[in-house]
């Protein structure tokens, strides 16, 4: 009976270390969605200003 306590609270020790990764796996997974996003919305910004000095190049031809 000792050995089936021994292994019950090592169990219940298992557990809840796996609910505390399980909690930071979960944080990480966000955080990384945020990371996400913001490289997202840089490469955007990105195109969105090479895109205008391709504009500002045709115009400038255009008015030639």
């Known amino acids: 009976t ?3 306590r021994s292994h ?3 169990l219940q020790s ?3 270390m ?3 990764v399980a909690t930071d796996v979960e944080i990480i ?3 990384i969605g945020i990371l996400k ?3 997202k919305k840089k ?3 990105d195109e969105f200003t090479l895109l205008g000095r391709r504009v500002a190049v045709l115009e400038s031809h255009a008015r030639k």
């Open 29 to 31: 997974k966000q955080d």
């Open 2 to 4: 000792d050995t089936l």
């Open 37 to 39: 996003d913001g490289f």
């Open 18 to 20: 796996i609910g505390k």
């Open 14 to 16: 298992h557990t809840e």
């Open 8 to 10: 019950t609270g090592m």
């Open 43 to 45: 490469i955007d910004y």
